[in-house]
């Protein structure tokens, strides 16, 4: 048994909340993305039932192996160093034998591709196609993200863990909460649920906007993001930073209520003669 490294709640909640922070910050990205999935369901059902039943089942599975190995190989490889067992490439170079390295790196690699695919790839190639539909497919678009992702040097991020929660992910976490602020705020409180199916194809009608841009939205994210990091500059407000998610996203909703509210977008339509709901 370890004893607590917290010798009081003060010192403990200091850690926990912007651990808790990065964690959700962490998986935030797939909560924003997930449309790229869901919008293949038939029906409302079948997402429904896909992210309530696949999703937590399976985070809870995984998550408790990487506790229950990490622990067990404690025990088992008393000579390795402790704050290295939780990596799994540096734990399997503790075997010996040849044929459990072999599977377990192709375990490894197999798992590292189809998680970076679904969960890094899928979305931002969506994005650039969207974006320049004329000029990149949804393949290259995904080439693009790779490059992109090499370029960032991720591996530099990982090697200082500290750096990666208390710093990188706390600061993706408020740019993430403020652009999920603006999205539910839309679509539950502004919209009520109810989109035009025909107007997300046309290029006039109500989600036309500024020449495309609905500046209230943009107005949100940017408040949103300034709040959730305004910490980073003054000491004294750190505590925002830290709280960065919920600071970003409950300020970019309630601006996005208040924006389109107090100044609402005109609504432009072109051969609009019935309107299609859901």
């Known amino acids: 048994n370890e004893p607590g490294k917290f010798q009081t709640a003060g010192e403990f909640w200091k850690i926990f909340i912007p651990s808790l922070t990065a964690m959700i910050g962490f998986w935030a990205t797939l909560s924003l993305n997930m449309p790229d999935f869901t919008r293949f369901g038939k029906s409302q059902r079948e997402q429904v039932i896909g992210q309530t039943v696949a999703l937590p089942t399976t985070m809870v599975i995984f998550a408790a192996m990487g506790i229950l190995i990490t622990s067990a190989a404690v025990v088992v490889f008393p000579n390795a160093k402790a704050d290295e067992l939780w990596d799994p490439v540096k734990l399997v170079g503790q075997f010996s034998q040849p044929l459990v390295v072999a599977i377990s790196m192709f375990t490894i690699v197999v798992a590292t591709l189809s998680v970076n695919?679904?969960?890094?790839?899928?979305?931002?190639?969506?994005?650039?196609?969207?974006?320049?539909?004329?000029?990149?497919?949804?393949?290259?678009?995904?080439?693009?993200?790779?490059?992109?992702?090499?370029?960032?040097?991720?591996?530099?991020?990982?090697?200082?863990?500290?750096?990666?929660?208390?710093?990188?992910?706390?600061?993706?976490?408020?740019?993430?909460?403020?652009?999920?602020?603006?999205?539910?705020?839309?679509?539950?409180?502004?919209?009520?649920?109810?989109?035009?199916?025909?107007?997300?194809?046309?290029?006039?009608?109500?989600?036309?906007?500024?020449?495309?841009?609905?500046?209230?939205?943009?107005?949100?994210?940017?408040?949103?993001?300034?709040?959730?990091?305004?910490?980073?500059?003054?000491p004294s407000l750190r505590f925002l930073y830290d709280y960065a998610w919920f600071v970003g996203f409950g300020v970019s909703f309630l601006a996005h209520l208040v924006l389109m509210k107090v100044a609402p977008p005109e609504i432009e339509r072109e051969n609009l003669t019935t309107d299609e709901y859901r």
């Open 117 to 234: 695919i679904a969960a890094n790839v899928v979305s931002p190639a969506n994005d650039f196609a969207n974006a320049f539909p004329r000029l990149i497919s949804f393949r290259t678009g995904g080439l693009i993200t790779g490059i992109v992702g090499i370029l960032m040097q991720p591996w530099k991020l990982l090697a200082d863990p500290n750096g990666y929660i208390f710093s990188w992910l706390l600061g993706y976490s408020g740019g993430l909460g403020s652009i999920a602020g603006v999205l539910i705020a839309d679509y539950w409180f502004v919209r009520n649920k109810n989109l035009n199916l025909g107007d997300l194809y046309r290029t006039k009608g109500v989600y036309r906007y500024t020449s495309g841009w609905n500046w209230r939205a943009v107005a949100a994210t940017i408040l949103g993001c300034f709040f959730a990091w305004i910490g980073l500059i003054i």
